[in-house]
């Protein structure tokens, strides 16, 4: 059900894009809610209109091995502050659902009777790539479209079926496994001259970009000092940006 206006005792779970790619709603709910609860991996832009903002903010960032707060921590947060009444914006980089634990969140909202409304992003698995000049899919490539994390302690991967698989894969979160990774498709099967990109900090000015054969990316990345954020796009249809980069003038936002 799609309701007007902002309401008081109720989260927005909202993606703030990739980079400077965010769209109107995330605009107007940073301008009109109570509190801001919001990740570290935001665009320079969003980051500017969450400073001018009249709402309280609450830094609840969570990068690899780094976090402000606990999963755990900023559920019961969302609740409490909901619960007093109050417009809650729990803003999240790139989409809630794409590996941000929205889900997570909208099950404990749901879970202690707490209302909420979602606002969708665009994922930077989506959008890093086209900031690039490389379009995910394409007629001439492979069919499908895949998309990982890179973390493996929790995630179990069937790395065969995904290696054998004719699809373009998307790793999020890799930056740290990215070498393991890479062998790990290579040991199940994956062409090692296949195409792929590391693309660090999508969507942003500073966003820098590296290409390679997958058995050398690795090294390609390490050797131009790419880390984290980042995410990692393998397969043909990344030699797209060699073909069109005589003429591509980067990205509009």
């Known amino acids: 059900m799609q309701k007007k206006g902002i309401e008081a005792g109720i989260v927005y779970i909202a993606g703030a894009g990739c ?102 992003g665009i994922s930077s698995a989506i959008a890093a790539p086209a900031c690039a000049g490389i379009p995910l899919t394409h007629r001439k490539f492979d069919p499908a479209v895949v998309f990982v994390t890179g973390r493996q302690a929790r995630e179990r991967l069937n790395w065969d079926a995904l290696a054998k698989l004719n699809a373009t894969i998307v790793i999020l979160m890799g930056m740290a496994n990215l070498r393991e990774n890479v062998e790990k498709l290579i040991e199940h099967g994956k062409d090692p001259k296949t195409p792929a990109a590391v693309i660090q900090w999508g969507c942003c000015e500073k966003q820098r970009v590296v290409c390679s054969k997958l058995e050398d990316i690795a090294d390609v990345a390490e050797k131009e000092g790419l880390s984290s954020p980042a995410i990692v796009v393998i397969g043909d249809v990344v030699s797209i940006r060699d073909t069109v980069k005589e003429f591509f003038e980067g990205f509009y936002c």
């Open 19 to 120: 980079g400077n790619v965010f769209s109107d709603a995330v605009r107007r709910l940073v301008d009109e809610v109570d509190v801001i609860v919001h990740d570290e991996l935001l665009g320079e832009k969003v980051r500017e209109l969450i400073d001018k903002s009249r709402a309280e903010k609450v830094d609840a960032g969570k990068r690899a091995g780094r976090h402000r707060m606990k999963q755990d921590e900023i559920n019961e947060l969302l609740v409490k502050l909901a619960r007093q009444g109050k417009k809650v914006l729990r803003l999240k980089a790139g989409d809630p659902f794409i590996f941000g634990r929205g889900g997570e969140e909208m099950e404990y909202l749901a879970r202690n009777g707490v209302r909420f409304a979602v606002v969708p």
